[in-house]
Nanobody
Framework: QVQLAESGGALVQAGASLRLSCAVS????????MAWFRQALGKEREYVAA????????DYANSVAGRFTLSRDFAQNTMFLQMNSLKPEDAAVYYC????????????????????WGQGTQVNVSS
């Protein structure tokens, strides 16, 4: 069983930066895709970014490309999301997830392909 724990959420001003962490424990995730999703109040859960743990390929949603950077630390078994130039519309609960989605835009963004989820970390952005 895989356990995921997000951290790093905070209240920041628009334009600021923030780094989220997702610590992985339990079963190895070497064959998994790991992803970040977010869910704003009253909205559906939205795909943010994903990485294939085995080779490091990364994909981003159009809404965050160029501002957010996903990275991994094998020694810490941790995934990070560096978020720069934050906007009020980035405010949400951010979740990390693992699974075996097809490496397509539709596959990566479909929550049904992710079997394990963390509890989420809240990001608030003031204007």
């Amino acid at each position: 069983q895989v356990q995921l724990a997000e951290s790093g959420g905070a209240l920041v001003q628009a334009g600021a930066s923030l780094r989220l962490s997702c610590a992985v424990s339990g079963r190895t995730v070497s064959g998994y895709t790991m992803a970040w999703f977010r869910q704003a109040l009253g909205k559906e859960r939205e795909y943010v970014a994903a990485t294939r743990w085995s080779d490091g390929i990364v994909d981003y949603a159009n809404s965050v490309a160029g501002r957010f950077t996903l990275s991994r630390d094998f020694a810490q078994n941790t995934m990070f999301l560096q978020m720069n130039s934050l906007k009020p519309e980035d405010a949400a609960v951010y979740y990390c997830a693992t699974g075996f989605p097809p490496w397509t835009a539709t596959g990566l963004s479909s929550i049904q392909h992710y079997a394990h989820w963390g509890q989420g970390t809240q990001v608030n952005v003031s204007s």
